[in-house]
C-alpha cells in the first residue's frame, strides 16, 4: 500500500507501537481514508496461520475425497448393465485408447460373464499443479459362476478440466511435459502404490494357488478376449476413427516382450504399450510369470501384451 503523506505514516508507525502486543492491518476506503483493524499477534496469530495452513490442508483432503467419489463411480459403472455411461468419465470418450478399452471390457463382460467390481480400495496421490491425481484402484472381480472376487489393481490419472469436473485422462505423452510425465511415473511407481500393487499381487497368487478353476477361468477368458480383439482390429469395424499411423503401429506391436536387462514394468508399457500408466495392467495380465513383486522382474522372462 503506498502513503502520500508521510505524516499520515509516521502516525500509523506510532500507533502500532503503542499497540504493543497488537499490529495494524490498514487499507484505504475509496474515498481516500485510511483506517485500521487491529489484530492480535502472539499466540492469536499463530492461530491464524496454523488456520490457514489446515484450510489448505482441508481442501487438499476434500479434493481426494472427491476423487475417491469419482473413481469409485467409474468402477462401479463397469457392469453390463451400466457400461454406456462409461464415456461420461473420460477426458476423450472418442480416443483410441478408450474404445479399445471398452470394446476388451464388454468382451470379457460376454465371454467371462463378468458381473463388475466390488470392495474397491482407492488410493489418492496428488500432484503439485492441484489440477492431477494418480489414483492406485484394487478391486475384487465378480465372475457370474465363481462364489469369491479375484483381485486386481489399476492405475489410473484423473484430472480436472476446463469447466472443473473430474475426468480419467486417457493421454498421449507428447500432450504433456516432461517434467509432468515424470512426476506421474514417480507417483505411479511410490512406495505407496507399489505397497498396494503387492498386497493385491498377494491376495490373488493366495487365491489362484487354492483354485485352479479361477487359474483356469483367468487364461481361457484372456485368450478367447485377445482373439476377438485381434479379430475385430482386423476388419477395421471396431476403430473406424483411427489413424493411420495408430493402425500402422497396431499391426507392428508383438504380442509379447522379454525383458531386458535395466527394464522396469513403466518402461516397457510406455515402449510397447504407449502408455507407462497401463504398467499395473501389464503386471495383472503376467503376475503368474512376475511373482509378488512388480518392481522386480528379471531378464530373459517373456511377458505377454495387449
Known amino acids: 500500500m503506498m502513503f502520500t503523506d508521510r505524516g499520515q505514516m509516521r502516525r500509523l508507525r506510532a500507533a502500532a507501537l503503542i499497540l504493543?502486543?497488537?499490529?495494524?492491518?490498514?487499507?484505504?476506503?475509496?474515498?481516500?481514508?485510511i483506517f485500521c483493524e487491529a489484530k492480535e499477534t502472539g499466540a492469536t496469530a499463530k492461530q491464524e496461520m496454523d488456520t490457514d495452513v489446515n484450510t489448505k490442508k482441508g481442501a487438499a483432503?476434500?479434493?481426494?475425497?472427491?476423487?475417491?467419489?469419482?473413481?469409485?463411480s467409474y468402477y462401479e459403472a463397469q457392469t453390463p448393465e451400466e457400461i454406456d455411461k462409461?464415456?461420461?468419465y473420460v477426458d476423450n470418450p472418442q480416443s483410441v485408447d478408450?474404445?479399445?478399452?471398452?470394446?476388451r471390457q464388454r468382451l470379457t463382460f460376454r465371454v467371462?460373464?463378468?458381473?463388475?467390481?466390488?470392495?474397491?480400495?482407492?488410493?489418492?496421490?496428488p500432484m503439485s499443479d492441484g489440477k492431477h491425481w494418480v489414483v492406485s484402484v484394487s478391486s475384487d472381480l465378480i465372475v457370474e459362476g465363481i462364489d469369491v472376487g479375484i483381485p486386481g489393481l489399476r492405475v489410473e490419472l484423473v484430472g480436472r478440466n476446463e469447466k472443473g469436473e473430474l475426468k480419467i485422462v486417457k493421454y498421449d505423452d507428447?500432450?504433456?511435459?516432461?517434467?509432468?510425465?515424470?512426476?506421474?511415473?514417480?507417483?505411479s511407481l511410490s512406495d505407496e502404490i507399489i505397497e498396494h500393487s503387492n498386497e493385491t499381487a498377494a491376495a490373488?497368487?493366495?487365491?489362484?494357488?487354492?483354485?485352479?478353476d479361477i487359474m483356469e477361468w483367468v487364461m481361457e477368458t484372456n485368450e478367447t478376449v485377445d482373439k476377438e480383439m485381434s479379430e475385430a482390429l482386423a476388419r477395421e469395424e471396431a476403430f473406424p476413427e483411427e489413424t493411420d499411423s495408430e493402425k500402422e503401429k497396431a499391426d507392428t506391436k508383438s504380442d509379447s516382450y522379454t525383458v531386458q536387462k535395466g527394464?522396469?514394468?513403466?518402461?516397457?508399457?510406455?515402449?510397447?504399450?504407449?502408455?507407462g500408466m497401463l504398467w499395473s495392467s501389464l503386471y495383472e495380465q503376467n503376475k503368474e510369470v512376475i511373482g509378488d513383486n512388480p518392481d522386480l522382474i528379471y531378464v530373459g522372462i517373456t511377458l505377454q501384451l495387449d
Request: proline share 0%; with cysteine; charged share 25%.
Open 112 to 125: 467371462g460373464g463378468v458381473q463388475g467390481w466390488e470392495n474397491l480400495k482407492v488410493i489418492v496421490l
Open 204 to 212: 490373488y497368487n493366495d487365491l489362484i494357488s487354492e483354485r485352479s
Open 20 to 33: 504493543g502486543g497488537m499490529f495494524a492491518v490498514c487499507g484505504l476506503f475509496s474515498h481516500g481514508r
Open 98 to 103: 478408450f474404445q479399445r478399452d471398452l470394446l
Open 86 to 88: 462409461l464415456a461420461d
Open 174 to 187: 507428447t500432450e504433456f511435459s516432461d517434467a509432468f510425465l515424470k512426476e506421474v511415473r514417480e507417483l
Open 61 to 72: 483432503a476434500d479434493a481426494e475425497q472427491e476423487v475417491t467419489r469419482f473413481v469409485t
Open 263 to 275: 527394464d522396469c514394468l513403466w518402461d516397457i508399457a510406455e515402449e510397447q504399450l504407449g502408455n
